[in-house]
């Protein structure tokens, strides 16, 4: 099958790698330098101990997934609409389109750019880029979806050694995977600690929990009930993965745009709608905000 990746970042990677090796033929659009790398050494991942090369086509033209009978969008959640339009004059009718995003709005967003079906995607995957065209696992990789023809999709995922289950409400799902980087996302980033050493700070696990209630007010306004055993993962989190980075904070670190305004933003801008006080995930929107900006305001300063 002819798969396209658009978005080459870590998750986009990590799952073109995985089925590349499963004998796929998978085709990543991303930025030049990842494109170079790739047509240098190929797509490398590092799992398991071992460093394996997945033979994959790279392109930075979006034209390059004409013909694919699957795409997955892999790009920032602020990057959705320009890629949906980037995508969308050459998708097939018949080509499956998946969102593997952060936020609970994506899939939608998509389905009325391209005018058909996306499948929602919960993506449970801690990767990391180690250097252009070299991803890291660093643990789970578990897909989580619902939609039409989901049966060949979870079946061709399956094969290729990601697990993938098919979600009775995949809305919930999601939510319950925002409330959590609502949670956790943040702190990372403002405090650059990873999530084991930023738990013991001194109210850290006690704040943290609070964001989640918030978020959780917001989800229950929007009539989505998302289960209590979130407040359980925010807690194992940070022992499970105790020297992982949030993607936010790894944004700030490497100069990048963030995506909290999909995160904790996302609970700010449907909380207002609600009329429903958000103090804390209002804050926290505000500081990461700051530090971007602030952030590349530096880089701008060095002439970088």
Not at 30 to 54: C, M, P
Request: hydrophobic share 45%; charged share 15%.
């Amino acid at each position: 099958m002819k798969i396209a990746v658009m978005g080459a970042g870590a998750v986009g990677c990590y799952y073109g790698a995985m089925l590349a090796l499963a004998g796929h033929q998978v085709v990543l659009v991303g930025r030049a330098s990842f494109v170079e790398a790739v047509s240098h050494n190929g797509l490398i991942l590092e799992k398991d101990g071992q460093r394996l090369v997945a033979k994959v086509q790279a392109s930075t033209d979006p034209a390059a997934i004409a013909g694919a009978e699957m795409v997955m969008v892999c790009v920032k959640s602020g990057d959705t609409e320009q890629a949906g339009r980037e995508i969308a004059p050459y998708l097939s009718p018949a080509c499956t389109v998946l969102s593997l995003q952060n936020g609970v709005s994506n899939a939608e967003t998509l389905t009325g750019i391209l005018g058909q079906p996306v499948m929602p995607v919960v993506v449970y995957v801690a990767s990391r880029m180690n250097g252009p065209g070299v991803v890291r696992h660093e643990g789970r990789g578990d897909l989580e979806l619902s939609g039409q023809a989901v049966g060949k999709v979870v079946t061709t995922l399956n094969a290729a050694g990601v697990q993938t289950t098919v979600s009775e409400d995949v809305m919930r799902s999601l939510w319950a995977k925002l409330v959590v980087n609502c949670a956790i996302n943040p702190l990372s980033a403002i405090t650059r600690m990873p999530y084991g050493k930023m738990a013991e700070q001194d109210g850290i696990p006690q704040l943290m929990e609070d964001i989640a209630r918030e978020a959780l007010s917001v989800a229950k306004a929007e009539g989505v009930a998302v289960p209590s055993s979130v407040f359980e993962t925010i807690r194992t989190i940070p022992v499970s993965m105790a020297g992982q980075y949030s993607s936010t904070a790894q944004d700030l670190m490497n100069g990048k745009a963030t995506e909290i305004d999909f995160l904790n933003g996302e609970v700010v801008s449907l909380a207002a709608k609600h009329g429903i006080a958000v103090p804390i995930n209002r804050t926290l929107t505000l500081l990461v905000k700051s530090a971007e900006r602030g952030k590349a305001a530096v880089y701008d300063m060095r002439g970088q």
